[in-house]
């Protein structure tokens, strides 16, 4: 696939209904791509007035595919799906996630399972399943959206950072495997951004480490994302002060003060 040409390739993005997806979704629009857009049932009505407008406003194809991806067989049905409306995908973009914010032993299990389900086990699948066809053809590109929480544990929100570093690991091991196949995986690794994903998993509206981090726009957060994904940049930490702490300080500082720091600066302030 020619670098930064995206005019005319079928480009699938998950959890495209709000946040970071959206943005994503009209950066690639942009482009000139044809969409498929994920996302869960309950958001159908919203996707399909926001595939409406996209194809309006660019002049592309969008199809909408509101399927629960924390269903046993949901990544499946999404790959058929997607397999009925277009004969290959160019550009898969994992990005739909959940959050539960609390001490792990007092969020229920439920919970933790359907996060494991979405944030992993649905990346892990589609990413097999479209890889197959993509090394057939030659060429393609999956983005991860991960997080900068893959690179440290994060206190009272152990699994989401849990999860996103099993994708983390995953995708850089799986982007070396694929080397010489025309098949690249890229991670988008952003801070915290100000989407649902943070009100609805009941992620405290002041931690002290926004203070540091800062919280990011999601249609800045996209731009950037499709910028290093034009680069092929196989790693994006987007701020020079996140790529700081999440690439250099952790690897320098003690486990155990990491851990101590997480803990602190992730705390709610009241
Ligand atoms: N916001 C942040 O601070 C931040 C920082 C770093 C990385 N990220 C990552 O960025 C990605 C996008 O998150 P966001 O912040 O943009 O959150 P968001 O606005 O809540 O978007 C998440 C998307 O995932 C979809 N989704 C959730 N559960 C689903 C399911 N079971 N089946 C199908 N779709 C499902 C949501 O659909 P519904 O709306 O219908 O539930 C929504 O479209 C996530 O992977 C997240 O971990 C976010």
Request: hydrophobic share 40%; net charge positive; with cysteine.
């Amino acid at each position: 696939m020619p670098k930064s040409d995206l005019r005319g390739k079928n480009v699938l993005i998950t959890g495209a209904s709000s946040g970071i997806g959206r943005e994503l979704s009209r950066c690639f629009a942009a482009e000139g791509s044809n969409l498929l857009l994920g996302c869960h049932p309950s958001e159908k009505d919203i996707l399909e007035t926001w595939a409406t407008e996209l194809a309006g406003r660019y002049g592309i194809r969008v199809s909408g595919l509101p399927i629960d991806l924390s269903d046993s067989r949901g990544p499946e049905d999404l790959y058929d799906s997607v397999k009925r409306t277009v004969d290959k995908i160019d550009v898969l973009v994992n990005n739909a996630g959940i959050l539960h914010y609390g001490c792990f032993s007092e969020i229920p299990l439920g919970d933790h399972e359907s996060l494991v389900k979405v944030n992993v086990i649905a990346y892990l699948k589609l990413m097999r399943l479209f890889m197959t066809d993509m090394v057939k053809a030659g060429e393609g590109r999956i983005l991860n959206v991960v997080s900068a929480a893959a690179f440290q544990p994060t206190v009272y929100h152990a699994t989401y950072g849990a999860s996103k570093a099993f994708i983390q690991s995953l995708s850089e091991a799986v982007n070396e495997e694929l080397k010489g196949t025309g098949v690249r995986v890229f991670t988008f690794n952003p801070s915290y951004t100000k989407t649902p994903l943070l009100s609805r998993g009941g992620f405290p509206e002041r931690v002290w480490w926004y203070r540091i981090s800062g919280l990011g726009d999601p249609a800045d957060m996209a731009r950037k994302a499709m910028k290093a994904f034009k680069q092929e940049k196989p790693l994006y930490i987007p701020g020079i002060r996140n790529w700081l702490i999440h690439s250099v300080l952790i690897r320098v500082m003690p486990r155990s003060l990491l851990n101590t720091l997480s803990g602190w600066v992730l705390r709610e302030e009241r």
